[in-house]
Nanobody, 115 residues
Framework: VQLVESGGGLAQPGESLRLSCAAS????????VNWYRQAPGKDRKLVAS????????TYANSVKGRFTISRDNAKNMAYLQMNNLMSEDTAVYYC?????????WGQGTQVTVSS
């Protein structure tokens, strides 16, 4: 079982990044997916969620209107499109998949927003 994030990096304020999460080893289409982030010295926080079907999404207030979570169950992929990035978006971003009590975490990808 694996969740592998990619797409992080350095961006300037106002720019965009798209994070990807590649799933393998489990029936991805039956799992809900969340993106979390953890800034240095802070707790890990939920950023966005998407249901197994992709029909339902939710967002933290801090990213609402700027970030979009999506998934492609045919490709076993989840995405986080991040627009209008701000310095406070700097964090390690983690992909998380869950179904009932079963949960998987990715290793994280660093996003740094700085001019």
């Amino acid at each position: 079982v694996q969740l592998v994030e990619s797409g992080g990096g350095l961006a300037q304020p106002g720019e965009s990044l798209r994070l990807s999460c590649a799933a393998s080893g489990f029936n991805f289409s039956t799992y809900g997916v969340n993106w979390y982030r953890q800034a240095p010295g802070k707790d890990r926080k939920l950023v966005a969620s998407i249901s197994s079907s992709g029909f339902t999404t939710t967002y933290a207030n801090s990213v609402k209107g700027r970030f979009t979570i999506s998934r492609d169950n045919a490709k076993n992929m989840a995405y986080l499109q991040m627009n209008n990035l701000m310095s406070e978006d700097t964090a390690v971003y983690y992909c998380y998949a869950s179904r009932g009590t079963v949960q998987y975490w990715g290793q994280g990808t660093q996003v740094t927003v700085s001019s």
